[in-house]
């Protein structure tokens, strides 16, 4: 069986706040992930101020309540501020639903106002949308592992 995979675009626009020297920054947003549909946006960033970059997690809540959820990783570019570009990368680590096996990574651009806290973001990836054949060996092995162990189990009683 090969892995399916899909080519992902997303477009956000939101806001987000907090103290840079009190993390996490938290930041909500709605907007597209196609070919997927609409989409509502959390993330909570971990500031590194001496580097100018985040890290932290995220999670995209789709109308039917599915979820795709990960890491994200963002680089600033402090010398035109107020307005501050940064590079977003974005690994999706799980999802919920329909969603359950996609995994994949997303690159991006974030320009956001440093006066107002307001966002808009968008990028691309590939998403690998069914577990890789080996991932789904291992899978089966481990189950029928613990069915022989819990069948031994019960044997010795």
Same mark, same amino acid.
Not at 19 to 38: E, K, R, V, W, Y
Not at 46 to 72: C, E, R, V
Not at 89 to 94: A, D, F
Not at 132 to 157: D, I, N, W
């Given at each position: 069986?090969?892995?399916?995979?899909?080519?992902?675009?997303?477009?956000?626009?939101?806001?987000?706040?907090?103290?840079?020297?009190?993390?996490?920054?938290?930041?909500?947003?709605?907007?597209?992930?196609?070919?997927?549909?609409?989409?509502?946006?959390?993330?909570?960033?971990?500031?590194?101020?001496? %580097?100018? $970059? #985040?890290? =932290? *997690?995220?999670?995209? &809540?789709?109308?039917? @309540?599915?979820?795709?959820?990960?890491?994200?990783?963002?680089?600033?570019?402090?010398?035109?501020?107020?307005?501050?570009?940064?590079?977003?990368?974005?690994?999706?680590?799980?999802?919920?639903?329909?969603?359950?096996?996609?995994?994949?990574?997303?690159?991006?651009?974030?320009?956001?106002?440093?006066?107002?806290?307001?966002? %808009?973001? $968008? #990028?691309? =990836? *590939?998403?690998?949308? &069914?577990?890789?054949? @080996?991932?789904?060996?291992?899978?089966?092995?481990?189950?029928?592992?613990?069915?022989?162990?819990?069948?031994?189990?019960?044997?010795?009683?």
């Amino acid at each position: 069986m090969q892995a399916s995979s899909i080519t992902a675009t997303y477009s956000l626009s939101g806001s987000g706040g907090g103290d840079p020297f009190n993390p996490p920054l938290i930041g909500n947003a709605t907007g597209t992930f196609l070919p997927l549909g609409s989409v509502t946006w959390k993330d909570m960033i971990y500031p590194d101020l001496s %580097t100018g $970059s #985040g890290d =932290g *997690t995220f999670l995209m &809540t789709f109308a039917d @309540g599915d979820t795709l959820f990960g890491t994200a990783h963002y680089q600033g570019d402090f010398s035109t501020y107020p307005m501050v570009p940064f590079t977003q990368s974005l690994t999706i680590t799980g999802g919920t639903g329909a969603l359950l096996y996609y995994r994949g990574t997303l690159t991006g651009i974030e320009l956001s106002n440093q006066l107002d806290g307001s966002f %808009t973001s $968008s #990028g691309s =990836g *590939t998403i690998q949308t &069914t577990p890789e054949p @080996g991932s789904l060996v291992l899978l089966g092995t481990g189950m029928m592992s613990m069915f022989a162990y819990r069948k031994r189990g019960s044997l010795r009683q």
